[in-house]
Nanobody, 119 residues
Framework: QVQLQESGPGLVKPSQTLSATCTVSGGSITTNYYYWSWIRQPPGKGLEWIGDIAYSGTTYYSPSLKSRTSISRDTSKNQFTLQLNHVTPEDTAVYYC???????????WGQGTQVTVSS
């Protein structure tokens, strides 16, 4: 059973960098052919895909967030990390990490971490 657990800052000030980490257990983030995603849900809105890091380490980003986003991984800790730069209050959301296959079928999710951007 794969489990994902997000950890985040809770509160970030505008213009600062949001950094959140997903710790994976029960499976390796380097296992072929899985992709590890960051997804967010702003209050009252739907889910928004932020980006992926693949089993190979290749990254993919939402075009609307690409200029501010970086996803990296630490294979020794079986973790992957989201950095979102220059945040604004519109980045306030619950941030989820999840896994999907190459067919883009999501099978495991973390419980989510609330991040609020406010001064």
């Amino acid at each position: 059973q794969v489990q994902l657990q997000e950890s985040g800052p809770g509160l970030v000030k505008p213009s600062q960098t949001l950094s959140a980490t997903c710790t994976v257990s029960g499976g390796s983030i380097t296992t072929n052919y899985y992709y590890w995603s960051w997804i967010r849900q702003p209050p009252g809105k739907g889910l928004e895909w932020i980006g992926d890091i693949a089993y190979s380490g290749t990254t993919y980003y939402s075009p609307s967030l690409k200029s501010r986003t970086s996803i990296s991984r630490d294979t020794s800790k079986n973790q992957f990390t989201l950095q979102l730069n220059h945040v604004t209050p519109e980045d306030t959301a619950v941030y989820y990490c999840a896994r999907h296959s190459s067919a883009r079928v999501y099978d495991y999710w973390g419980q989510g971490t609330q991040v609020t951007v406010s001064s």
